[in-house]
Nanobody, 115 residues
Framework: QVQLVESGGGLVQAGGSLRLSCAASGRTFSNYAMGWFRQAPGKEREFVAAIKNSGSSTFYADSVKGRFTISRDNAKNTVYLQMNSLKPEDTAVYYC????????WGQGTQVTVSS
C-alpha cells in the first residue's frame, strides 16, 4: 500500500507559477514510476507528466511540454510538478499517481488559473 498526499495547489493569475508536491509513504518510493494527472470540471482525467522510478526519464503531455517540469527526490519520497506560464485551461484538480500496473492515487489538489 502506498499513501500519497498532494500539496501546493492554489489560485494564481495567468502567466504565474506553482509547484505541486506529492509526498509518498508506505512502500519503497524509489520502486515506483510516478505521474501527475489532472481533471477539469466536466472532463475526464488526463495525463500531465510522468517520471521513471530512477528519475532518468520524463514524459509530458503536449499541452504542458516546455511549461511544466516533473522531478523527484527519492530521499524525501516526494515527486514535484513545477508549473510555469500557467494558462486558464490548466485549471483542474491535480492528482499524483504511483505505479504502472497496480496504481495508487492521491486525493488531489486544486489549481485555479485566473485570466
Amino acid at each position: 500500500q502506498v499513501q500519497l498526499v498532494e500539496s501546493g495547489g492554489g489560485l494564481v493569475q495567468a502567466g504565474g507559477s506553482l509547484r505541486l508536491s506529492c509526498a509518498a509513504s508506505g512502500r519503497t518510493f524509489s520502486n515506483y514510476a510516478m505521474g501527475w494527472f489532472r481533471q477539469a470540471p466536466g472532463k475526464e482525467r488526463e495525463f500531465v507528466a510522468a517520471i521513471k522510478n530512477s528519475g532518468s526519464s520524463t514524459f509530458y503531455a503536449d499541452s504542458v511540454k516546455g511549461r511544466f517540469t516533473i522531478s523527484r527526490d527519492n530521499a524525501k519520497n516526494t515527486v514535484y510538478l513545477q508549473m510555469n506560464s500557467l494558462k486558464p485551461e490548466d485549471t483542474a484538480v491535480y492528482y499524483c499517481k504511483a505505479g504502472l500496473l497496480r496504481v495508487y492515487w492521491g486525493q488531489g489538489t486544486q489549481v485555479t488559473v485566473s485570466s
